[in-house]
């Protein structure tokens, strides 16, 4: 009973509207919690092993296992056979992370069919079906956050092997006929999250991991913070590059390799580059020059026909026992400035190829030629050794060696807050939830409850207080207003004679004149004086022709009143308004300045590309896989009026657009392309997955058109 009365007290109090407001504005500025994703326990891929990661997508969920993209903003996930996956491979889905099938989502939303252009520089752009669907982080039953209508892209060609989750923050647009959709795009999983107050920030810290270090160490993934306990802190952060499109530029001063004896070798002979670091491929690229550095350093030889390094299994065995480490020097110039090193041992460059990749599985190192310095990259290789942490609301990022000892699995999350949190002096953050994954939202929902509940108690107390404060210096402050105002009443009564009391009209009080003799009248308002009116009227009216004793008579004698001069004359009350001190008639001239109200919102540049330049990509090379099975088809020039009809169980096809740069800054524009641009378009990666893998004619109907070109990050610099 005590508690359910102090309840209803705390409920129902007049002081409760203030620690309500009060509870409303530390609510408005509490910084949510980091989400730690955590990494699912399998190493996939075609060119690995990796640590991948599990999401949820459609209604009922499906389980899939992607890789981490630090370049999209997109969600990739597998086709499922015949075009992801040739039919007669009943393995392959599975290690593809599992096959996606749209057909058996109640919310999944048919958008259309696009290029994938995010990896267009490396000669990786394919096509794939768009669509939205449901989105969550984590295996089912963890506990991870879902978001509905996320953008879901299916894919079916060799280049991503995986599917991948991106955590770039940069929007999409569609291309349309309404201008309003035109101009504003559909927001990333990473931008949802912070617009739903679900993570603090626009950020992230991600590793790959390293499963030749210790046990097995698998990647991590922070949303809106980073976990300090995953690497070794320096003092360099690197800005955002102007080209937004490739943003995480870091400067390769020199790299350098040290064999066991301290043997050091260059392995950038012509100096320093600007590098983008991209987890969605898992090669470095690199000059021609440097290439060859490394193939002299660690006897390798290229292989034409895959376009790796495949390493021998003697040539394994000396790489071993060597045991040469590779050092990055990194900056954010390329020549000059502060340096951090990121040392990587030779396991991270020991990865197997398999199939697609190959014919028949084989160690490689993860090193490609680049054809110009648009496409030197640091991709998933390099990651393993490597922290990144960061801010896309900041513009800025740092790079740190990563850190392997016992403790690794013990988290330490920490919150990036945003600019606009940072700016806020009364905000707050819960406590960091070093543990906090995807699997422990029970736990955290119980911290919170708990914090809530404090907050409430002392939001009480203070409001009380403060209340009963207000209360009393306002009595006080009345009082004193009072008596000021009484004070006040009384010097104006002096000073114009209010406080001057008149006399009694009773016999008392009666004022006496003297007559014409000098002998005093009978006073004023006395019986004597009254009968003395009388008899002077009948007087009057007695004698009509007498001559009165008035004013302006000749025959009369006039009457005086004696003047004393000693008395102090009576002053009566005037209603005159008294002029305010300091004031005038007119009155001094002001003007009131109206305030400057400036939009901070910018309108859109209208800006297109012809969508008939995105037609001449170069192709790509087929496969190992599909000249096996096709004989020949290196030579084959397929158009999009070759392909054959639709399978069954995809959407209707549409007109295929191209996606061109967005009129709006940070976004994506997806328009339609001509029927004859259309007719000659090459889909290099998924046409030669469908023919190589023997997806049949009905696969190819599926991607009969468009491309999408992913767009400017939307963000204001």
Wanted: glycine share 8%; net charge negative; aromatic share 8%.
């Amino acid at each position: 009973m005590r508690s359910s009365t102090l309840v209803a007290a705390v409920c129902f109090a007049p002081w409760q509207v203030h620690a309500y407001e009060d509870m409303r504005l530390m609510e408005r500025t509490t910084i949510p919690a980091p989400i730690s994703v955590a990494p699912s326990q399998n190493m996939d891929g075609d060119d690995g092993p990796w640590s991948s990661f599990t999401i949820q997508v459609g209604t009922p969920p499906q389980d899939l296992r992607v890789l981490i993209s630090t370049a999209s903003a997109e969600t990739w996930v597998v086709l499922p056979p015949p075009v992801g996956c040739p039919a007669d491979v009943p393995s392959c889905p599975s290690t593809r992370g599992a096959a996606f099938y749209s057909n058996a989502s109640s919310t999944w939303q048919y958008r259309g069919i696009y290029g994938v252009d995010s990896e267009a520089n490396l000669n990786l752009d394919s096509s794939a079906i768009y669509g939205n669907d449901t989105i969550t982080l984590g295996v089912q039953g963890s506990d991870g956050p879902t978001l509905q209508n996320q953008i879901v892209s299916e894919i079916g060609t060799q280049n991503f092997w995986l599917g991948s989750f991106g955590v770039n923050p940069k929007p999409t647009n569609f291309s349309t006929t309404s201008t309003e959709d035109l101009n504003n795009g559909q927001s990333s999983y990473l931008s949802n999250l912070k617009e739903q107050n679900l993570i603090p920030s626009l950020s992230f810290g991600y590793t790959a991991g390293a499963p030749y270090r210790l046990k097995g160490v698998l990647g991590s993934l922070t949303l809106g913070g980073y976990d300090s306990a995953r690497y070794i802190p320096n003092d360099i952060s690197f800005n955002f590059a102007p080209d937004n499109s490739r943003d995480l530029v870091v400067g390769i001063q020199s790299i350098t390799s040290t064999e066991q004896d301290g043997t050091e070798k260059d392995l950038l002979p012509s100096g320093g580059i600007n590098a983008y670091i991209d987890s969605t491929v898992p090669y470095i690229y690199l000059p021609i020059d440097a290439c060859q550095a490394f193939e002299s350093a660690f006897g390798l030889t290229y292989d034409n026909t895959s376009e790796l390094y495949l390493v021998s299994g003697s040539l394994h065995q000396k790489l071993k026992a060597q045991n040469a480490s590779v050092t990055f020097t990194l900056g954010n110039t390329a020549t000059s400035g502060r340096t951090t090193n990121i040392t990587l041992p030779y396991d991270s460059f020991d990865l197997t190829a398999t199939w697609p990749l190959v014919q028949n599985g084989s160690l490689y190192f993860p090193l490609k030629r680049a054809d110009n310095q648009t496409q030197y990259t640091l991709g998933r290789t390099f990651l393993q050794e490597a922290y990144l942490t960061v801010d896309w609301e900041r513009q800025n990022f740092t790079v740190s060696q990563c850190l392997f000892n016992d403790s690794i699995n013990q988290n330490n999350i920490v919150a990036i807050q945003s600019e606009e949190a940072a700016s806020n002096s009364n905000s707050t953050s819960l406590p960091p939830a070093t543990t906090k994954s995807s699997s422990n939202g029970k736990t955290i929902g119980i911290a919170v409850g708990v914090v809530a509940v404090v907050l409430i108690l002392i939001g009480g107390v203070a409001g009380f207080l403060i209340y009963n404060k207000r209360k009393k210096s306002k009595a006080t402050k009345e009082a004193e207003r009072a008596a000021a105002a009484s004070d006040e009443i009384k010097a104006e009564q002096v000073q114009f004679g209010y406080g001057k009391h008149e006399l009694d009209t009773d016999t008392d009080h009666a004022r006496f004149e003297l007559d014409e003799n000098g002998q005093p009248k009978p006073g004023f308002g006395s019986q004597s004086h009254l009968q003395a009116l009388e008899e002077s009227k009948r007087s009057e009216l007695a004698s009509e022709g007498a001559n009165r004793a008035e004013l302006g008579s000749h025959n009369a004698v006039p009457r005086f009143e004696m003047y004393d001069p000693s008395s102090t004359p009576v002053e009566l009350p005037t209603d005159y308004p008294r002029e305010l001190e300091g004031s005038s008639a007119s009155g001094p001239s002001s003007t009131m300045s109206s305030p400057i109200i400036r939009s901070i919102n910018r309108s859109p540049v209208n800006r297109s590309t012809d969508p008939s330049a995105l037609n001449n990509n170069r192709a790509l090379p087929p496969s190992p896989l599909q000249r096996a099975m096709r004989p020949g088809l290196q030579d084959r020039s397929p158009t999009m009026d070759s392909l054959p009809s639709q399978p069954s169980h995809l959407p209707s096809p549409v007109q295929g657009p191209v996606r061109t740069m967005s009129p709006v800054a940070g976004n994506e524009t997806l328009s339609p392309v001509s029927p004859e641009a259309s007719g000659t378009m090459r889909h290099s990666g998924l046409m030669d997955l469908m023919r190589g893998m023997g997806g049949g004619g009905a696969a190819h109907n599926a991607y009969e058109s468009g491309r999408r070109r992913e767009g400017d990050r939307g963000i204001d610099e």
